[in-house]
């Protein structure tokens, strides 16, 4: 019985992520992939930067040319990071103490023993390109980590903004997603 609710539950998250995925594919594209702005978007879009800080990193991602699209599994292991980015920064921390900035190896490594997944060498190379603020190929902590710490704080307030009129909750937001794949599932 517990497997089978794993199961499902893995399944309704796997289904609920993507939804989200699917709105960022342009209407035309048969494949399961999203654009590399798509995929900022909705990485992004979890965050309190501001409008600004939000358009210049979209800006810099256009401008990156080693990949065109993102795919699901891809996307899945960047959100696999982001629901996980507390144990993230406390594991890229000691870097910061150190006033070490952060390599992509080290960056891949600590992803996965925080998520769990691989995170892909091309979506590794594409956070590099857009928040690399200072162009040394490396990460500080002020140029990745505060913006997505931004972000983690921006998911714990949507779990709160449920009594807010106008916003959707998490939790709201859930229920939705849990909905809409029963109707799938039983019409």
């Known amino acids: 019985?517990?497997?089978?609710?794993?199961?499902?539950?893995?399944?309704?998250?796997?289904?609920?992520?993507?939804?989200?995925?699917n709105r960022f594919r342009s209407k035309d594209s048969?494949?399961?992939?999203?654009?590399?702005?798509?995929?900022?978007?909705?990485?992004?879009r979890r965050t309190k930067?501001?409008?600004?800080?939000r358009a210049r990193f979209i800006d810099k991602s256009e401008?990156?040319?080693?990949?065109?699209?993102?795919?699901?599994?891809?996307?899945?292991?960047?959100?696999?990071?982001i629901n996980n980015?507390?144990?993230f920064e406390v594991a890229v921390r000691m870097y910061q103490?150190?006033?070490?900035p952060l390599s992509k190896a080290v960056f891949k490594r600590a992803a996965y023993v925080c998520s769990g997944e691989v995170l892909d060498d091309t979506i590794i190379d594409l956070l590099f390109f857009v928040f690399d603020e200072a162009g040394d190929g490396h990460l500080s902590h002020s140029e990745f980590v505060n913006v997505m710490r931004k972000m983690e704080t921006s998911v714990s307030s949507a779990q709160k903004a449920k009594d807010d009129p106008g916003s959707i909750g998490l939790g709201s937001y859930f229920r939705k997603c849990i909905r809409n794949e029963m109707i799938k599932l039983y019409a």
């Open 30 to 44: 048969e494949d399961d992939r999203i654009s590399v702005q798509g995929f900022m978007r909705a990485v992004l």
């Open 63 to 81: 401008v990156y040319k080693a990949i065109d699209e993102v795919s699901f599994d891809q996307f899945k292991s960047m959100i696999a990071l």
């Open 85 to 87: 980015f507390s144990d």
């Open 1 to 21: 019985k517990q497997w089978y609710q794993r199961r499902v539950r893995g399944d309704v998250q796997t289904n609920c992520l993507q939804a989200e995925f």
């Open 97 to 100: 103490i150190a006033k070490k």
């Open 49 to 53: 930067v501001t409008p600004i800080q």
